[in-house]
């Protein structure tokens, strides 16, 4: 029933901004924690970013610093915050959000991705 869509990716030069959005729809139970993914050609999924309902966010160790997740107001839309992008940035975003279901368990869903090019 949740689907998640994310926006906001596309082509931008090394050094740029780039945000992109994730919204959440069709949920029925809070959701307590919202992710973001990406995968390059060639490599493994990786987590780039997450956020709990709390606000409590970590980051992977290649994007500490240049990179924020927020989640106003605990909604169920996640932001990433891309600064100073670098080429290795490059990679299909996909955002994921986890909720629990009483009496059933952990559920969760993902986006179908957005591509980020970071290039000259």
């Known amino acids: 029933q949740v689907q998640l869509v994310e926006s906001g990716g596309g082509l931008v030069q090394p050094g740029g901004s780039q945000r992109l959005s994730c919204a959440a729809s069709?949920?029925?139970?809070?959701?307590?924690?919202m992710c973001w993914y990406r995968q390059a050609p060639g490599k493994q999924r990786e987590l780039v970013a997450e956020?709990?309902?709390?606000?409590?966010?970590t980051y992977a160790d290649s994007v500490k610093g240049r990179f924020t997740i927020s989640r106003p107001n605990s909604k169920d839309t996640v932001y990433l915050q891309m600064n100073s992008l670098k080429p290795e940035d490059t990679a299909v975003y996909y955002c994921?959000?986890?909720?629990?279901?009483?009496?059933?368990?952990?559920?969760?869903?993902w986006g179908q991705g957005t591509q980020v090019t970071v290039s000259s």
């Open positions: 956020i709990t309902k709390g606000g409590t966010a």
């Open positions: 069709g949920t029925i139970f809070s959701i307590y924690i």
């Open positions: 994921y959000a986890e909720w629990i279901v009483l009496g059933i368990g952990k559920m969760d869903a």
